[in-house]
């Protein structure tokens, strides 16, 4: 289900005004003439340094159209998303170790005649995955959100369409070793749930709110590593 932004998205007024979807309002308001934090684009795609760098090396992939999660977007583009999604882990597995990847996936939903949002965990309802190096065990995490959701595995990417359809939100979680779990979550939970949960198991649960520690000198020091990387400088 993609949508016309009605205003209000960091993503969508950024790609507008700037042609850079990382170039967001909260980003630019951290310092003066900040670089973009654009590791590579496809076409429907961007892959940013995420703000609230939890640990370094944190990386977003965003749909550069308007969409609630990645449950809506098009079929045509689950294929490009699974390589760059492909690409993307093994970039950040070489650069910093294997990644807990996630989304807080929200749903439209109709009240009084308007669509609104419920949200699935998510500060920004635009579809946008999450890939955080992880240097720890993933195992407490999974069997905490076991116990609390339904849940289900899944092999690809085209089963998010079954959360869609269902209209419930969700969250998606793939550990570092590769098994992907989807949780029903049927009522919204605290603000930036997950990340919650994975700066607590990183020893950092103060950090957890991504407005209050942004974390920019993580974010500038990311863009050039992984560059480096990717450009045989390293």
Known sequence: MSLKC????????ALTNTGDISKTS???GLGDLLPSRTIFDTKHFSVIASLGQIVEGYLLIISKEHYYSMAHITDD??????ILYSRTKLLLSNAYGPPIIFEHGPMPIEKEKDVSAIGGGSCVDHAHLHFVPFPVSSTHIISYLRRR????TISNFEELKIQAERNIPYFFVETPKGERYIF?????????????LLSNEIGVPEKWNWRIHPETERILTTVKLLNDYMYGRL
Not at 184 to 196: A, G, I, T
């Open 6 to 13: 009605t205003g209000g998205c960091d993503f969508c007024e």
């Open 26 to 28: 909260e980003y630019m």
């Open 77 to 82: 583009l689950y294929e490009e998303l699974d």
């Open 149 to 152: 959701f339904s849940c289900r």
């Open 184 to 196: 029903d979550v049927p009522f919204p939970p605290p603000s930036q749930y997950l990340r919650q």
